[in-house]
């Protein structure tokens, strides 16, 4: 997701609004099977001391591994994020006209991976032929 730096300079702020997309080989490296429905609603704005502040909530459903079983779970998730994320000048000296936002929404994204998560309510039955785990 791109912000035309230009445009946030001359106005003060942008909305940000809209489906995030990230990329499979981002998702790969974390617990997570699949991202879907993710979007970002909300404000990127430069204060006086050209600091970048985004202001968003981002939601969507993540799939992720049961952790007894490993059959794929929907974990829905709501962030609300309201930080700096750098200096204007950083941003445009290292990118010319445009600020992509995607590496800071996959940061909050991946901040709310739970450590594990399972759909029932007590541990099932671990045993099989000869063998049972207690």
Do not use: H
Request: hydrophobic share 40%.
């Amino acid at each position: 997701m791109k912000i035309d730096l230009f445009k946030l300079n001359n106005l003060g702020s942008a909305p940000v609004k809209g489906e995030v997309i990230v990329p499979q080989e981002m998702i790969g490296t974390m617990d997570i099977i699949e991202l879907k429905d993710v979007y970002v609603d909300g404000e990127i704005s430069i204060d006086y001391e050209d600091d970048v502040f985004l202001e968003a909530i981002l939601d969507g459903i993540m799939i992720l591994p049961d952790a007894y079983t490993l059959e794929p779970i929907e974990y829905p998730f709501s962030i609300n994020i309201d930080e700096n994320i750098g200096k204007y000048e950083d941003f445009y000296s290292k990118n010319k006209n445009t600020l992509d936002i995607l590496p800071f929404l996959w940061e909050n994204i991946v901040s709310e991976v739970p450590i594990r998560c399972t759909k029932s309510e007590k541990m099932p039955d671990l045993k099989g032929d000869g063998w049972s785990l207690e």
